[in-house]
């Protein structure tokens, strides 16, 4: 199974802070990552697919980069909306695979 | 508009089975593949598998084999996720999701509610 660690779990942060976490595979996933963003009580919502496109209706501060084992979700400007849980996902392998979450809470 | 509407909670005794069925709508059932995810209370997000609505070709993870049976009826445009031997720990809430298959880069791009599962004695 490929495994996917993301970091920091949680982080603590202000409206307009800029904002970066980070996932890794255990191997080389090429660009098959994607970034999910749940609210509590929720269904998760996808923000961004095959590493670095920007889902329909997600704002432009929401970007992604990386590929092979190392990627990053970048929010330019935190958002008072944007407090919430952050998930990565690995689509390469048929067994689809989610990091542990990284929780984003007010500072 | 394109929507996945899960059935309701339900709470179950171990031992017990339970459905939850996940019916679509917006959109050509047969296109898109439907996972199934769970999220235990306080947890993170935990694929189970796949179910192809064309072919009717289902991908367990190997932690459900034996215990899980994912099927489509597509007459109705609806998936069902089914899981036996229910356990204390598979109380959570089961997600489905659809995936448009835009090879070969994969992802869940519109999700049901949720349906709450409590196993409970």
């Known amino acids: 199974d490929i495994q996917m660690t993301q970091s920091p779990s949680s982080l603590s942060a202000s409206v307009g802070d800029r904002v970066t976490i980070t996932c890794r595979a255990s191997?080389?996933?090429?660009?098959?990552l994607n970034w999910y963003q749940q609210k509590a009580g929720k269904a998760p919502k996808l923000l961004i697919y095959a590493a670095s496109s920007l889902q329909s209706g997600v704002p432009s501060r929401f970007s992604g980069s990386g590929s092979g084992t190392d990627f990053t979700l970048t929010i330019s400007s935190l958002q008072p909306e944007d407090f919430a849980s952050y998930y990565c996902?690995?689509?390469?392998?048929?067994?689809?695979?989610f990091g542990q979450g990284t929780k984003i809470e007010l500072k | 508009q394109v929507q996945l509407v899960q059935s309701g909670a339900e709470v179950k005794k171990p031992g017990a089975s339970v459905k939850v069925s996940c019916k679509a709508s917006?959109?050509?059932?047969?296109?898109?593949?439907i996972h199934w995810v769970r999220q235990a209370p306080g947890q993170g997000l935990e694929w189970m598998g796949w179910?192809?609505?064309?072919?009717?070709?289902?991908y367990y993870v190997q932690k459900f084999q034996g215990r899980v049976i994912m099927t489509r009826d597509t007459s109705i445009s609806t998936a069902y996720m089914e899981l036996s031997s229910l356990r204390s720990d598979d109380t959570a809430v089961y997600y489905c999701?659809?995936?448009?298959?835009?090879?070969?880069?994969?992802?869940?791009?519109?999700w049901g509610k949720g349906t709450t599962v409590t196993v409970s004695s």
């Open positions: 191997q080389s996933i090429s660009s098959s």
């Open positions: 179910i192809n609505p064309h072919s009717g070709d289902t």
């Open positions: 996902q690995q689509s390469y392998s048929t067994l689809r695979t």
């Open positions: 917006g959109y050509t059932f047969t296109d898109y593949y």
């Open positions: 999701a659809r995936d448009p298959l835009r090879f070969p880069y994969y992802y869940m791009d519109v």
